[in-house]
């Protein structure tokens, strides 16, 4: 790792710090009530009709996408959610017959037995991001990742979803970092224009 790299790494570590302790002070009935805020916004998200959606299983104080994909479920999407693996991310089935099963960092996935998917929108946590486009999320790149090998494949639509109190000035952008096709908070879904390579 070079003096820049370092010097990024350590900048981003700062931010998510400071935006990650933001989020930690919301009481937490004002955290489900701005969660629930997200179905609001359904109509203005960039999801085509028959889209299979990955969301995720919330941990500690994230904001929780649980209602929306409820909500995306009813309107016949096909949900998964990821699951940590080597050599980066797999997506599995979310039904209600789906087994859940503990995972690491007290998340929540489905087991062995529920097919992979091929996701074509990601609703992702994170724990920074700026009004760019670039995220910073929990420093161990699986999304980064991820989304290079499902671009192998087409196009994935990228929407983080956060509190706004998650937002900060920038970003310092690495050239591994993929950048975000919107934000969803509880003030509604702001796209970027940035494109993505």
């Given at each position: 790792?070079?003096?820049?790299?370092?010097?990024?790494?350590?900048?981003?570590?700062?931010?998510?710090?400071?935006?990650?302790?933001?989020?930690?002070?919301?009481?937490?009935?004002?955290?489900?009530?701005?969660?629930?805020?997200?179905?609001?916004?359904?109509?203005?998200?960039?999801?085509?009709?028959?889209?299979?959606?990955?969301?995720?299983?919330?941990?500690?104080?994230?904001?929780?996408?649980?209602?929306?994909?409820?909500?995306?479920?009813?309107?016949?999407?096909?949900?998964?959610?990821?699951?940590?693996?080597?050599?980066?991310?797999?997506?599995?089935?979310?039904?209600?017959?789906?087994?859940?099963?503990?995972?690491?960092?007290?998340?929540?996935?489905?087991?062995?037995?529920?097919?992979?998917?091929?996701?074509?929108v990601l609703l992702m946590p994170?724990a920074a991001f700026d009004k760019?486009?670039?995220?910073?999320?929990?420093?161990?790149?699986?999304?980064?990742?991820?989304?290079?090998?499902?671009?192998?494949?087409?196009?994935?639509?990228?929407?983080?979803?956060?509190?706004?109190?998650?937002?900060?000035?920038?970003?310092?952008?690495?050239?591994?970092?993929?950048?975000?096709?919107?934000?969803?908070?509880?003030?509604?879904?702001?796209?970027?224009?940035?494109?993505?390579?």
């Open positions: 790792m070079t003096q820049t790299d370092t010097s990024l790494a350590a900048a981003k570590d700062v931010l998510r710090r400071q935006a990650l302790a933001r989020r930690a002070a919301m009481e937490p009935v004002r955290r489900i009530e701005l969660s629930l805020a997200l179905v609001d916004a359904l109509e203005s998200l960039p999801i085509p009709e028959g889209a299979v959606v990955s969301g995720f299983w919330p941990i500690r104080d994230e904001i929780d996408p649980r209602p929306l994909l409820d909500r995306l479920r009813a309107r016949g999407h096909r949900l998964c959610l990821p699951v940590v693996t080597k050599p980066h991310l797999i997506f599995r089935e979310l039904t209600w017959e789906t087994v859940l099963v503990p995972a690491g960092f007290g998340t929540t996935v489905p087991d062995a037995a529920s097919p992979e998917l091929r996701p074509d994170l760019a486009g670039n995220r910073i999320g929990y420093g161990k790149g699986h999304y980064d990742t991820a989304i290079a090998a499902l671009e192998k494949n087409g196009p994935v639509t990228c929407i983080g979803l956060a509190f706004q109190t998650q937002e900060v000035d920038h970003v310092p952008a690495e050239p591994h970092d993929k950048p975000l096709d919107g934000i969803l908070t509880e003030n509604g879904y702001r796209p970027f224009s940035c494109p993505r390579s």
